[in-house]
């Protein structure tokens, strides 16, 4: 998966699905919630269970989501990206997860070093 994150593996032959959702476990696990803000998702595209956040050190706005399928929703919500049908249009999941993938290629993350545990906890 780091590979095809670096886009060393074709796109062909990996998931982006997965790629993404490998990227979401990644950012969630470094700490690193700047994606909320540069995939355009923001409290109002929240659901309001989520508001029971009394307890942890983040902000309601910088909430983690651990689930690809809502961040993908919520991008596509925030970016209108829609794919037209023959019976009217829908969500185009494949453009949210390309885009989100994109932004980490292109460096928009605070770190971008997917090894960094290997490196933070050697003596």
Known sequence: MKLA???LVL???VNLY???DFLLFWLNRSEDFSYLELLGINQ???KNSEKNEENLDISPKQAPIDDIQQ???LTCAANDFRIQQSIGERWDF???AKYFIQLYRNRKFKDSCLDNEH???RN
């Open 5 to 7: 994150m670096c886009d």
């Open 11 to 13: 796109e062909s032959h």
């Open 18 to 20: 997965y790629l993404a």
């Open 44 to 46: 109002k595209f929240r």
């Open 71 to 73: 961040v993908l929703a």
């Open 94 to 96: 494949d453009r949210a």
């Open 119 to 121: 490196f933070l906890y």
